[in-house]
Nanobody, 127 residues
């Protein structure tokens, strides 16, 4: 089993920055990728960013490209999401998720690609 725990959320103003952290424990050696998703109140969960564990190759949603940066520390089994120039529309619960199903033909922008999920951390951006 794999456990993921997010931290770093909070209340900030438009234009501020936050860094979210996600610790992956358990069978973390089988992780192929970790993704960040978010869900705003009344809306569907949406993809934010992913990082492939081998090679640290990232991918981003268009809405956050240029503002958010995903990174990982493999020694600590940590994944980070640096969020700069935050906007009110970034307000949501942010979840990290781990893929253990492999890396052949996997669409890491889809929530279906992920096997394990954290409980989420709230990010609120005021205008």
């Amino acid at each position: 089993q794999v456990q993921l725990v997010e931290s770093g959320g909070g209340l900030v103003r438009s234009g501020d920055s936050l860094r979210l952290s996600c610790v992956v424990s358990g069978r973390s050696y089988s992780t192929y990728a970790v993704g960040w998703f978010r869900q705003a109140e009344g809306k569907a969960r949406e993809f934010v960013a992913y990082i492939r564990w081998i090679g640290a190759i990232p991918g981003y949603a268009d809405s956050v490209k240029g503002r958010f940066t995903i990174s990982r520390d493999s020694a600590k089994n940590m994944v980070y999401l640096q969020m700069d120039n935050l906007k009110p529309e970034d307000t949501a619960i942010y979840y990290c998720a781990a893929n253990h199903g492999g890396n052949i033909g996997v669409d890491y922008t889809s929530s279906n690609a992920y096997d394990f999920w954290g409980q989420g951390t709230q990010v609120t951006v005021s205008s």
